[in-house]
């Protein structure tokens, strides 16, 4: 049974950061690939960021140099390191997994199996 659980997530000033952890249990980091979504009311669900089994990482434009995805297989835990963050950032965060024999990954939500239940981050 794989279960995802975020934490991490709250409230902070703009140009802040935090740091979002999703820790993995049923099944090891290293089996798939991974990502990060986030939610705002009244919006879709959008692709924030992704690693892929190799390291990969791909990320969306509105985060690019402000956001790293990492992960530590050790610790079967994902991270995202959040540096600058902006009002428009305020949102329910996700981690979301699935697995794959390829190395890559996407930022799409369609392609994920598992999600976890989600950590709010509020920037003001």
């Known amino acids: 049974h794989v279960q995802l659980v975020e934490s991490g997530g709250g409230s902070v000033q703009a140009g802040g950061s935090l740091r979002l952890s999703c820790a993995a249990s049923?099944?090891?980091?290293?089996?798939?690939?991974m990502g990060w979504f986030r939610q705002a009311p009244g919006k879709e669900r959008e692709g924030v960021a992704c690693?892929?089994?190799?390291?990969?990482?791909r990320y969306a434009d509105s985060v690019k140099g402000r956001f790293t995805i990492s992960k530590d297989i050790a610790k079967n835990t994902l991270y995202l390191q959040m540096n600058s963050l902006k009002p428009e950032d305020t949102a329910m965060y996700y981690c979301?997994?699935?697995?794959?024999?390829?190395?890559?990954?996407?930022?799409?939500?369609?392609?994920?199996?598992?999600w976890g239940q989600g950590t709010q981050v509020t920037v003001s």
């Open positions: 049923g099944y090891t980091v290293s089996a798939y690939y």
């Open positions: 690693v892929g089994r190799d390291g990969s990482t």
């Open positions: 979301a997994a699935r697995r794959t024999l390829t190395w890559g990954c996407s930022t799409s939500v369609g392609k994920y199996n598992y």
